[in-house]
C-alpha cells in the first residue's frame, strides 16, 4: 500500500499521513479524510481533524472513527464534520457498534459529489448528486475486522 503525506497549512511545516482518504486523481489534497484510533486518543484525533479542516479547504468531510473496550466487548463510534457554508465546520455523531446509538433516519453517511470531486468534476454530472456510505456495510466490516482479524467481539 503506498503511503502518501499531504503538507497541511503552508509554510508551517505541518505534515499528515490519514489512515484513509478519497481524493480524485487529479487533485492534490484529498476531499475525505478517516482517521480512527481508541477513544482515549480523540483529543489527539480531534486536533488532527482541526489540522486536516482547517489546514486545506479542499478537505470536505472528516470522519473520526472511535473504539473503545467495554465488558470485553468493542463499541465503536463515529464523528463526522462537514464544512457547514458559513465557514465553520458541523458534526454528526452516530454509533457503529452497537447499532442502536445515534442512527441516523436513513442509515447513510451521505455527501454530494460536489464534495467529492470539486474543480476536476467530469463535465456535465449534476454536483448536487448524493452517494453515501451505509452504516449497515460498515458495521459489517467492523464486525469482521474485530472477529476474524484480532479475535475481539463486537458489542
Not at 489534497?29 to 480523540?42: A, C, K, L, N, R
Amino acid at each position: 500500500m503506498k503511503t502518501v503525506s499531504f503538507v497541511l497549512v503552508s509554510g508551517q511545516g505541518s505534515f499528515k499521513q490519514p489512515d484513509f482518504f478519497f481524493r480524485a486523481n487529479s487533485n492534490d489534497f484529498p476531499s475525505i479524510v478517516i482517521e480512527s484510533g481508541w477513544v482515549e486518543s480523540f483529543p489527539h484525533l480531534r486536533a488532527d481533524k482541526d489540522l486536516w479542516m482547517q489546514g486545506n479547504i479542499s478537505v470536505e468531510v472528516m470522519i473520526l472513527l472511535g473504539w473503545k473496550i467495554s465488558e470485553g466487548r468493542v463499541k465503536v463510534s463515529m464523528e463526522i464534520w462537514r464544512r457547514d457554508g458559513a465557514g465553520g465546520l458541523a458534526v454528526s455523531e452516530m454509533a457503529i457498534l452497537p447499532s442502536a446509538d445515534f442512527v441516523p433516519s436513513n442509515g447513510r453517511i451521505e455527501f454530494t459529489k460536489g464534495q467529492l470531486f470539486g474543480s476536476v468534476m467530469i463535465a456535465g454530472q449534476n454536483p448536487g448528486t448524493i452517494p453515501y456510505l451505509e452504516m449497515s456495510r460498515l458495521r459489517e466490516m467492523a464486525e469482521e475486522v474485530l472477529v476474524k482479524n484480532i479475535g475481539m467481539v463486537p458489542a
